[in-house]
Structures are given as C-alpha cells and as structure tokens.
C-alpha cells in the first residue's frame, strides 16, 4: 500500500481530476442547454436536439480527457466499474484498483462540489438537479436494463480495440462516441451514467438515494460479463494490452512499468 502511494499518486490524483472535470462540463453544459433562463434553451426548444448536442459535446469531452497528458498517463478509467473488471481479468494491482477508485469516487464530488460554486443556485434547479442520473419512463427495470446494455457494450468494444494493433491509439474515439450515442439514445431510460462514481456525486449532492443501487450494480456486472464473453472467444495468443484508453505514449505505465518517455506500442496479430 505503501509503495503505491508513493510511487503512483499522480495517477491517482489524474484519476480524481479526470472525472470531475467530466462532472464540471456535464454541469455546465446541462445548465446551458436545459435550464430555462439560459439563452441556449431559448434558441433550442426541441428536447432530442438538446440531448443529441448534449451527447456530442460529453463526447468531446471523453475524447479530451483520454487524450490529455492526464489521460494517457492514468489510463482514463474515470469509472470504478471498469476498473474493478480490470482487476478481475489480472491487468491492475490490487492496491492501484483500490486508490484509483477511491480517487474516481473523490472527483465525483469535487467536480460537483466546483460547479455548484461556478454555477451557483442553478445547478440545482429541478431541470438541471446537479445531472443526477434516476430511472426514466420505464422504471427500475428499464433502467437497470439500459444501464446493463450500455456498459456491456462499451467495455466489449474497449476491449476489441485497444488490442487491435491497427485501432487502439482510436480507443478513446470510440469511447466518445459511444458517450455520444448513449446520451442522445438511452438517457431518457436511465440518465446514462455506466459510472457508481458519477451518480455517487451528484447523489451526495441532493442526498437522495432512490434507485442509486442501479448504478452501483448494473454497470460492473454487465462490464464483468463483457469480459468473460471477450476472453472466451479471445483466439489471439498475445497477452492483453495494458488497461489504458491511450497507451501508445510517451507517459509512464503503472500497469506494465513502461518508464516515462518511451513508446510503446502494444503487441497484436495485426487485427
């Protein structure tokens, strides 16, 4: 424990800044788009054009994090469940699992913490509720069942690309536009979060905890799933690429110990 802390805080703080700057934007830009004095909602009466722009635009701030200094070196996990599937399949320490998910659950609430001081009384008003995610118009089911689609996807496709030797330094794209795509399609089930800690933050916010077990349950049994579903038809016999959105850096890697300034690229049969 010790010698984690010592040696990969940094990561760990990257961890924790990643995610609440990614709560910071999804505050402001709800704010900008949904509350009902904002100049852009004026402009912008349809529900589904606000969504979809809301979706591109958390896109684009995926696509930024994963690709910061920040982000290729942490890895840009941001999200407990897919480090928790990472240490079930062997590809992080126990002890990095464990602060990265403590630091990812610290951002969660200090992004919301940081935009409640930018945003001020607005960032709580019921159209924006601190981007809380809750159950849409089909109920505990339909968000359990968005939540569980939503995450299984998206891990089965990190794990295809990042160790596809042709597409992975595109792995964060890809994470984006699934981002993208989700908002726009699936929010209205469950809020889309696929993430315990950002629903944890804003729930801290409002204090309310209706539904919260979705979020903390959906996502890593469905990423867990992804896994085993990967790994049983994984025929390549190289091993599996380091957990990270963006490996192919010059950034230090806590995961295989590649020393800061080297490039790396992972090993593949070319797929």
């Not at 004026?42 to 701030?61: F, K, N, P, S």
Request: proline content about 6%.
């Amino acid at each position: 424990m010790i010698a984690a802390l010592k040696t990969h805080w940094p990561e760990y703080l990257m961890e924790a800044g990643g995610l609440g700057i990614f709560l910071i934007s999804a505050s402001v830009f709800r704010t900008l788009l949904e509350h009902p004095e904002s100049p852009v909602h004026m402009v912008i009466h349809h529900g589904d054009v606000r969504r979809a722009l809301m979706g591109c635009l958390m896109g684009l701030t995926a696509i930024g994090i994963v690709y910061s200094p920040w982000g290729k070196q942490s890895g840009a996990h941001l999200n407990p469940a897919l480090t928790l599937t990472f240490l079930s399949m062997g590809k992080i320490r126990s002890w990095d699992a464990i602060f990265y998910i403590l630091a990812q659950f610290v951002g969660g609430i200090g992004g919301i913490v940081v935009a409640r001081l930018v945003l001020g009384s607005s960032l709580g008003h019921p159209a924006v509720n601190y981007v809380a995610t809750k159950p849409g118009a089909l109920g505990v089911p339909g968000a359990f069942a968005g939540e569980f689609v939503i995450s299984f996807v998206l891990f089965l496709t990190v794990l295809a690309v990042s160790n596809s030797h042709r597409n992975a330094r595109r792995t964060g794209i890809v994470v984006g536009f699934l981002i993208a795509m989700y908002i726009t399609v699936e929010a209205p089930l469950s809020g889309m979060s696929m993430n315990p800690a950002r629903t944890f933050g804003s729930a801290v916010a409002l204090w309310l905890w209706t539904s919260v077990w979705i979020y903390f349950v959906a996502p890593p049994l469905a990423m867990l799933a992804a896994s085993r579903l990967y790994l049983r038809f994984r025929r390549e016999p190289v091993p599996l690429a380091c957990p990270k959105m963006h490996h192919e850096n010059e950034k230090r890697c806590i995961f295989c110990g590649k020393p800061e300034g080297t490039l790396h690229m992972i090993q593949s049969n070319g797929s």
